[in-house]
């Protein structure tokens, strides 16, 4: 059974730093392309950073270009979303996904979200003093 486990969230203060996890089980990520999104309260869920399992693509929103990095560990089945620069803006619930790569050729969707087939928990980010 696929499996998405995301986990790294926690409370930071603004300018700080977390490291998220998407631990896959059932499926090798080689095959997949993995997205990383966000959902505020009140707000809709929007891709945060993509990753081509196939080429490395990478994509990121513009509101958190230069601060964020998403990586993949392929031996580890696991997907990292490095977070820099912490803002209050940034806090929010952040789920990771995955869609079969084979859809994509060597690119990684954003949105919609609806484009993603399987996705985790989620983990709470807060940002705040």
């Known amino acids: 059974q696929l499996q998405l486990v995301e986990s790294g969230g926690g409370l930071v203060q603004p300018g700080g730093s977390l490291r998220l996890s998407c631990a896959a089980s059932?499926?090798?990520?080689?095959?997949?392309?993995i997205g990383w999104f966000r959902q505020a309260p009140g707000k809709d869920r929007e891709a945060v950073s993509c990753?081509?399992?196939?080429?490395?693509?990478?994509h990121y929103a513009e509101s958190v270009k230069g601060r964020f990095t998403i990586s993949i560990d392929n031996a580890k089945n696991t997907v990292f979303l490095q977070m820099n620069s912490l803002k209050p803006d940034d806090t929010a619930v952040y789920y990771c996904?995955?869609?079969?790569?084979?859809?994509?050729?060597?690119?990684?969707?954003?949105?919609?979200?609806?484009?993603?087939?399987?996705w985790g928990q989620g983990t709470q980010v807060t940002v705040s003093s």
């Open positions: 996904s995955s869609v079969l790569q084979a859809r994509y050729g060597s690119d990684c969707p954003m949105m919609p979200a609806y484009q993603y087939d399987d």
């Open positions: 990753i081509s399992s196939y080429s490395g693509i990478t």
């Open positions: 059932g499926f090798t990520l080689g095959y997949y392309a």
